[in-house]
């Protein structure tokens, strides 16, 4: 069971650059969630998807854009990094909203 | 200030205690309450949801307490392998927070 799938495991990047981080989940879930998780300040919400075509802020949106491609990917894009963006990256669904998470493997990012 | 707040620790305790986690939210719409795990360097894996009258798996007890806004996670009979951090979480809609986490050491 694959469950949420994360990629890539591990990325640097030199500031200005941009990536994609891809997240697809097989379980059929209608909500889709992208944290970032920095030492100290636990797992923080950067965006989320309800439902496939929509996609909200979360706490720390800023130098993020998402896309909920379809039921089963989201992905997050870093248009020009900073190495304040330098985390661990989670990816996580839910059937609905109240229900718990299941949590991708992560991507490790370092911004120099 | 947070909106779900934990006691970052940690919690160095010797096998076979018992050992309680605390953990606070500020939002009173909150719907739903969890207790996750997670591992070094590893994603957080769901230890139990969190029910209104209580509940119980194993060693484990969660209780909710929504007139004081806070959940707790009781451990009994530690074991090496329950070393982790715990993480909570409360939900509101589509919009899980979590606590930062409280870090738990069981040591022979």
């Known amino acids: 069971n694959a469950g949420v799938t994360q990629t890539p495991k591990f990325q640097v990047l030199k500031t200005g650059q941009s990536m994609t981080l891809q997240c697809a989940q097989d379980?059929?879930?209608?909500?889709m969630y992208w944290y970032r998780q920095d030492p100290g300040m636990g797992l923080r919400l950067i965006y989320y998807?309800?439902?496939?075509?929509?996609?909200d802020k979360g706490e720390v949106p800023n130098g993020y854009n998402v896309s909920r491609l379809n039921k089963r990917e989201f992905s997050l894009r870093l248009e020009s990094a900073a190495p304040s963006q330098t985390s661990v990256y989670f990816c996580a669904s839910n059937g609905q909203g109240i229900s718990p998470l299941h949590f991708g493997n992560g991507t490790r990012l370092t911004v120099t | 200030r947070k909106e779900v707040e934990q006691d970052p620790g940690p919690f160095n305790v010797p096998e076979g205690a018992t050992v309680a986690f605390n953990c606070t939210y500020s939002n009173s719409a909150s719907q739903s309450f969890f207790w996750y795990r997670q591992d070094c360097r590893k994603e957080p894996k769901l230890l139990m949801s969190?029910?209104?009258s209580g509940n119980e798996d194993g060693r484990f007890t969660a209780q909710l307490n929504r007139a004081s806004q806070y959940i707790s996670l009781l451990i009994r009979d530690s074991k090496l392998s329950d070393s982790a951090t715990y993480l909570c979480a409360v939900n509101r809609g589509n919009d899980m927070r979590f606590g930062a986490g409280t870090r738990l050491t069981v040591k022979p």
């Open positions: 379980m059929n879930h209608n909500s």
């Open positions: 998807s309800a439902s496939e075509g929509t996609t």
């Open positions: 969190v029910y209104s």
